[in-house]
T-cell receptor, first 113, second 112 residues
Framework: KAGVTQTPRYLIKTRGQQVTLSCSPI?????VSWYQQTPGQGLQFLFE???????NKGNFPGRFSGRQFSNSRSEMNVSTLELGDSALYLC????????????FGPGTRLTVL | DAKTTQPPSMDCAEGRAANLPCNHS???????VYWYRQIHSQGPQYIIH?????ETNEMASLIITEDRKSSTLILPHATLRDTAVYYC?????????????WGLGTSLAVNP
């Protein structure tokens, strides 16, 4: 079974631009969660989607948004990029999104100049 | 989800057992304890999880105290490839307002 895939793997943007990151979960998984990881920080929870509905949201500004499609693929968007948005963005999928195991993708490394 | 506390770093000699502690004193009765590891900014890799009983798989063993306020991940014969940051998290069943909190983890260095 293929694992979680994320595209692109690396991205360089400038301040003020917007960016869209994509995540394809493991086949059959319906829950997708997104995390931001910066140096010295643990994984910071962004949001969780299940069956195209946002079920939980972390403490991030409204510039961070996401969505999930009917095939469970998910995208996250960051508008008006700031230097502090430079981070590794990780996507994780699980079957149901409850206490079941999350499987992570390799991440997208975003650099904002 | 409950918060966890882990030592920031640990060392272990290659071939010896690595015992990584985790404190989760505010864990609720329906929350699972999960362990992941992350090698050099790759995506975290699932290791093991448990609710009440001790668990073992091909990678590690998980020992949960009877009061469930702490746990220990045991890598029985650590190798150099086990050098990574190890995260202990607690995870509740689905529900709104679940924040999925991750701490800073323990950076394990396995030395030759």
């Amino acid at each position: 079974k293929a694992g979680v895939t994320q595209t692109p793997r690396y991205l360089i943007k400038t301040r003020g631009q917007q960016v869209t990151l994509s995540c394809s979960p493991i086949s059959g998984h319906r829950s997708v969660s997104w995390y931001q990881q910066t140096p010295g920080q643990g994984l910071q929870f962004l949001f969780e989607y299940f069956s195209e509905t946002q079920r939980n949201k972390g403490n991030f500004p409204g510039r961070f948004s996401g969505r999930q499609f009917s095939n469970s693929r998910s995208e996250m968007n960051v508008s008006t990029l700031e230097l502090g948005d430079s981070a590794l963005y990780l996507c994780a999928s699980s079957l149901r999104g409850d206490a079941d195991t999350q499987y992570f993708g390799p991440g997208t490394r975003l650099t904002v100049l | 989800d409950a918060k966890t506390t882990q030592p920031p770093s640990m060392d272990c000699a290659e071939g010896r057992a690595a015992n990584l502690p985790c404190n989760h004193s505010t864990i609720s009765g329906n929350e699972y304890v999960y362990w992941y590891r992350q090698i050099h900014s790759q995506g975290p890799q699932y290791i093991i999880h448990g609710l009440k009983n001790n668990e073992t798989n091909e990678m590690a063993s998980l020992i949960i105290t009877e009061d469930r306020k702490s746990s220990t991940l045991i890598l029985p014969h650590a190798t150099l490839r086990d050098t990574a940051v190890y995260y202990c998290i607690v995870r509740a069943p689905a529900g709104n307002n679940r924040k999925l909190i991750w701490g800073l983890g323990t950076s394990l260095a396995v030395n030759p």
